[in-house]
Structure formats: structure tokens, C-alpha cells
């Protein structure tokens, strides 16, 4: 049976009532998600970004240009530059439709600009980890799975292939560790599932428990990191009065220490984090 239709496209549409949504560009037959900001000086191929010595160079160059300048919070900054919409796109994937999408690094590219930023993420082609009887099973890019833990896995083997040699080069470069980089990813992935079910009215709890089961099957992939984030309710029996906290500092902190610790910085103490997210409940022009 022809779909005219690619399984991504179903990931698309669950997103577009979000109010926070970062997906990567998605240039796939049967997918409208076009791209944003066209007109890239240089295209990076996530496989041979590494490869080719890439990686470092680039760091350095954003850095200078927009800092911040203190290598901790500039090494976790590069990696949202790069990493933000792929992880979004998996976990928010699989949370709100069932169905895994599988980074490949040979199709997943990075626009450069002439300004020293980077534009959104793009990927070129992707396989989608599909249940059996699912309406996409008989897609060429659907991959069938047994359950959910094979489609864990089997995401999760993807996700940390197409990332390793990334955040390789990112440690060897700025000496920032892996359990540090790889915490940021684990983190982001959780959160990405956490924040469609908050804004939805769903069960943080439960979209809580399904991300560590994706997060289990990244650590059995391979990462590495010295904490889990944690969920935090700060606010009983209402229905966004759950937040989360992170397993990994960003150290936005050093670079900007006016700024203080973030919310869900796991440094920060718990009475003021639920303190200033009570006050997002009572101010909702404050929350993210």
C-alpha cells in the first residue's frame, strides 16, 4: 500500500500544537517541514563532522564571536546549537506518537552561516522505528519492532551512534567530560518529553517513567553520565505543578554568574527552585 505520507510527517503534526517545538528541518519526500533559513556558507555532515577536524574549529569560532567564553557553559551552548532539534524530534517522537525516528549520521547536517552560527539542523532522510500493526509498518522507511523496549533500543542505538563522535571531539578539544556532554543529552531528552506533557495537561509522572525507559536504553547504548534528572512537584494538584531538575549543571552560571543557577539547575536549592516555580504558576508570563 502507498502512503502519500512519511511516518515523520505524523511526528510533525502531534508537534504543531506545542508551543515550544524545536524540530530540525526535515527535507523527506512526503514531510512538510521546510527549511527556515536557507542561504548556509558551508553544509557539516554529522558523520564526518568529527572526522574531518571540524568540530574544534567550529567551536572556537562561535565562541569568539558570541561567547560565552568560559569553556564549560561555551561547550554545552555548542552542543544545543547542534543537538537540540534531534534529540526533540526522538523523544517528542516517541512520547507523543509511539513511533521512533532514527538518527542517521550520513543524513543529518549542519548549516553554517557567515555570521558564525549555526542554522537549524537538517536531516536528509531518516528510518522510523514502528510497533507491529502499525499503519506505517509497510512504509520503506518504517522499521518493525517487536515492543517498546526494542524500539528504545533500537532509537537509542541510533541516537548515540550519530552523536559519539561528535561529543568525542568536543571532550578531546575543550577537556569538558563525556559523563558532562552525554548528562546534557540525557537531560534534554527527558525534558522533551516532560514539556509536551505539561503543556498537553497530561501525566508528568508518566511521561516521566517513559523517558527513563529511552534514557536506560542510551546508557546500555553507551553514554555515560554521573546523575539522573530527577522529576520535582512544586505544586499539588495542579495540573503544570510539575517541573523536573537536571542530572548535569549547563554551567550557564560561570559564564554569566549574575545570572545565577537556572531552575532546574541541579545546584540550586530546593526551596528556592520551588519558590520561583510556584510564582511561574502564579505568573504564567514567567514560565519558559
Known amino acids: 500500500m502507498a502512503h502519500p505520507h512519511h511516518p515523520l510527517q505524523t511526528v510533525v503534526d502531534a508537534c ?37 577536524g571540524a568540530v574544534g574549529t567550529l567551536f572556537d569560532q562561535l565562541t569568539a564571536h558570541h561567547g560565552p567564553h568560559h569553556r564549560l557553559p561555551a561547550t554545552t551552548h555548542f552542543m544545543r546549537a547542534l543537538l537540540r532539534e534531534p534529540i526533540f524530534l526522538v523523544s517528542a517522537g516517541i512520547y507523543l506518537t509511539g513511533r521512533a525516528p532514527l538518527l542517521d549520521g550520513t543524513r543529518l ?19 522510523v522505528a514502528v510497533p507491529a500493526g502499525d499503519p506505517f509498518a509497510d512504509h520503506p522507511d518504517a522499521v518493525v519492532v517487536a515492543d517498546a523496549g526494542e524500539l528504545d533500543r533500537i532509537a537509542a542505538e541510533h541516537l548515540f551512534r550519530a552523536f559519539a563522535p561528535i ?39 508518566a511521561a516521566w517513567r517513559r523517558a527513563d525507559r529511552l534514557g536506560d536504553a542510551l546508557i546500555s547504548a553507551g553514554a555515560v553520565t ?31 554568574p549574575e545570572h545565577g543557577y537556572c531552575t532546574t539547575c541541579p545546584l540550586k536549592c530546593d526551596s528556592d527552585r520551588r519558590a520561583e516555580l510556584r510564582e511561574w504558576i502564579r505568573n504564567p508570563a514567567l514560565a519558559p
Open 226 to 256: 554521573r546523575a539522573r534528572p530527577r522529576l520535582f512537584p512544586f505544586y499539588e494538584n495542579h495540573p503544570r505543578g510539575t517541573w523536573a531538575v537536571r542530572g548535569t549543571c549547563c554551567f550557564d552560571y560561570k559564564g554569566d
Open 167 to 205: 561529543l568525542d571531539a568536543l571532550h578531546a578539544h575543550t577537556r569538558a567530560g563525556l559523563r558532562t556532554l552525554w548528562g546534557w543529552v540525557l537531560d534534554t531528552m527527558h525534558f522533551y518529553m516532560l514539556n509536551p506533557a505539561r503543556f498537553l495537561g497530561r501525566d508528568a509522572e
Open 109 to 127: 547536517w549542519f548549516p553554517w552561516h557567515a555570521d558564525a552560527t549555526f542554522g537549524v539542523p537538517t536531516l536528509t532522510g531518516a528510518k
Open 16 to 52: 504543531a500544537p506545542l508551543k515550544f517545538a524545536p524540530l530540525p528541518d526535515l527535507r523527506v519526500p512526503g514531510v512538510t517541514q521546510g527549511c527556515r533559513r536557507p542561504g548556509a556558507e558551508h553544509w557539516y555532515r554529522a558523520d564526518l563532522m568529527a572526522a574531518q
